[in-house]
Structure formats: structure tokens, C-alpha cells
Antibody, heavy 117, light 109 residues
Framework: QVQLQESGPGLVRPSGTLSLTCAVS?????????WSWIRQPPGEGLEWIGE???????NNNPSLKSRVIMSVDKSTNQLSLKLNSVTAADTAVYYC??????????WGKGTTVAVSS | EIVLTQSPGTLSLSPGERATLSCRAT???????LAWYQQKPGQAPRLLIY???TRATGIPDRFSGSGSGTDFTLTISRLEPEDFAVYYC??????????FGQGTKLEIK
């Protein structure tokens, strides 16, 4: 059974770079799946950030413009997310999830990131 | 961009009652591309329904989905105490590939 676990710094300075990893266990990141990043600001709804295939192909949400970089590390079975030039509006719980049939069927527990000086 | 609008924003019901949650899209959505999630406080969302009407693995049959085109509905036939949560609809489509509704909070009356 696939499980996902996000990790990263809980605090990022404004204008800095948010860097998160998502460890995939119980399955291979190279399986025929896409993997998504989703975030949820405090008290708000869900926003899809982007998705990545193990081949390295990505699709991003245009709302985040070119600030997002996603990658996969097959050797460690991990995904990574980098978000540049962060502001307070990027404060959120960040989730990784497995895409399946145009949905997300497996989610990590999420990791909270605050952007503050 | 396809925008999903969920109603009501908050639904107050008692255990044992029937809940009907609505999700309306600004453009037609293929039924294959519409899903529902449940989220409890401090937890990640959980996939309930996919393909608009198919229950995900392990989801009780009191949950059902229906609809087509621009109007979709999640129905909980008889509310259990553990069903009180926030529910989101989600669609897959043109840019951005995935969008979510703003959520309906189902609270105990």
C-alpha cells in the first residue's frame, strides 16, 4: 500500500525558496502514475500546484507562474517541490498525492509551511 | 479555467438525516473527470467518489454521487457522526488541469 510523507522547513523567509520533499513508500515512484502537489492556506480550500511524472514531465498551475520547480529522485523514491520568491500568501499546508484516474487517491499527511520574517 | 461553486457553504444537519451537497461548474465537465473528497480537521482529504458516481475503495454505500454536465451532487443517505466534515468537489480539465470547489462544511445541528 503506497504511503506518502512530506517534509521540509516549517518556516521560510519572505522572498526565499520553499523546499519540500515527499517520500514514497510501499510502491515505486516509477510506476505509471503522475504525482501532484496541492496546498491549503489556513482556513481555506485546496489549490493544485502541479504534477510530475517519473520521466520528469511536469504540468503546473499557471497561477503560480514560473515560481514552481518539481523533480523526482528515483534513487531515493522521492519527489521534491521548490517554490521561489515566497510571500505570506504562500503560507499553507502542502500535500503530495498520487494521481489516479483524474483524481488523487493517496495523500500524504501534509506539512505546514509559514512564510514570515 | 473551469470554476467549481459548491453550495451550500455550510450545511447543518443531525445524525440520521440525509445530506445533499451541490457542485456547479462554469463549463461542462465530463463525468469521468469529477470527484468528491472528504476532509476532517487536521487530516488530508480522502477520495470518496470518482467518475462522478463511483465510490472509492472502502467508502460506505451511504455515500453516492450523481450528475452530469455542469451540475453534480453528493448525497449522504443517513448521516453518521463521523460524516461531519468538509467536502470538496474536484474536476480535471483544461488549464489548470485540476481545480477544486471552495468546499461545503457539514456540521452537526
Amino acid at each position: 500500500q503506497v504511503q506518502l510523507q512530506e517534509s521540509g522547513p516549517g518556516l521560510v523567509r519572505p522572498s526565499g525558496t520553499l523546499s519540500l520533499t515527499c517520500a514514497v513508500s510501499g510502491g515505486s515512484i516509477s510506476s505509471d502514475n503522475w504525482w501532484s502537489w496541492i496546498r491549503q492556506p489556513p482556513g481555506e480550500g485546496l489549490e493544485w500546484i502541479g504534477e510530475i511524472h517519473h520521466s520528469g514531465v511536469t504540468n503546473n498551475n499557471p497561477s503560480l507562474k514560473s515560481r514552481v520547480i518539481m523533480s523526482v529522485d528515483k534513487s531515493t523514491n522521492q519527489l521534491s517541490l521548490k517554490l521561489n520568491s515566497v510571500t505570506a500568501a504562500d503560507t499553507a499546508v502542502y500535500y503530495c498525492a498520487r494521481n489516479w484516474r483524474y483524481n488523487m487517491d493517496v495523500w500524504g499527511k501534509g506539512t505546514t509551511v509559514a512564510v514570515s520574517s | 479555467e473551469i470554476v467549481l461553486t459548491q453550495s451550500p457553504g455550510t450545511l447543518s444537519l443531525s445524525p440520521g438525516e440525509r445530506a445533499t451537497l451541490s457542485c456547479r461548474a462554469t463549463q461542462s465537465v465530463s463525468s469521468s473527470y469529477l470527484a468528491w473528497y472528504q476532509q476532517k480537521p487536521g487530516q488530508a482529504p480522502r477520495l470518496l467518489i470518482y467518475d462522478a458516481s463511483t465510490r472509492a475503495t472502502g467508502i460506505p454505500d451511504r455515500f453516492s454521487g450523481s450528475g452530469s454536465g455542469t451540475d453534480f451532487t453528493l448525497t449522504i443517505s443517513r448521516l453518521e457522526p463521523e460524516d461531519f466534515a468538509v467536502y470538496y468537489c474536484q474536476q480535471y480539465g483544461s488549464s489548470p488541469l485540476y481545480t477544486f470547489g471552495q468546499g461545503t462544511k457539514l456540521e452537526i445541528k
